[in-house]
């Protein structure tokens, strides 16, 4: 494996600032009503768990596990759902929480996909916009950060399933992009 080092991009204050900003946007938005949360496994299960707390209406929670990448780390293009939504959506308001959202391409796909579950409305809440490789346009109505560049880490987020249990997100510096020992 190629020699890396972790540099804090996000701290966990910061990141506790980000959710009561998008919980108290979510009550404000939601007050009398009821949600259902669903969780993109794996990334969004710490993001998504501290935003259920704060959250002041009655919530469900389900998850689905998404695949659209191969070995490497392009898109194939093509998504395959390996763990489907549990809970009947039918008349409900759904939020599908993403841990980061970058091209686009399965989120895309599972919004799509969700339409044949008839819920009552559909939003994004992402913990991270990340635009810069973008290649699907996607109306993400909760937006927690954006972060222009570089393969971030923590919070859920991963690197060979390494560093999801970070408090704070941190960017990993490979050896050939300036690290030094």
Known sequence: ?????????????????????LAARINRDYEGQSVILIGVLKGAFIFMADLARRLTMPVKMDFVRLASYGD???????VRITKDVELPLCGSHVIVVEDIVDTGITLKWFLDHLKSHCPESVRICALIDKKERRQVELPIDYVGMTVDAGFIVGYGLDFSENHRHL??????????????D
Do not use: H
């Open 72 to 78: 490497g780390d392009k898109s194939c293009g093509s």
């Open 1 to 21: 494996m190629r020699k890396y080092r972790l540099v804090e991009r996000i701290s966990a204050e910061k990141l506790n600032d980000c959710l009561d900003a």
């Open 167 to 180: 408090p704070m997100i941190c960017e990993v510096v490979f050896e050939e992009d300036g690290f030094t």
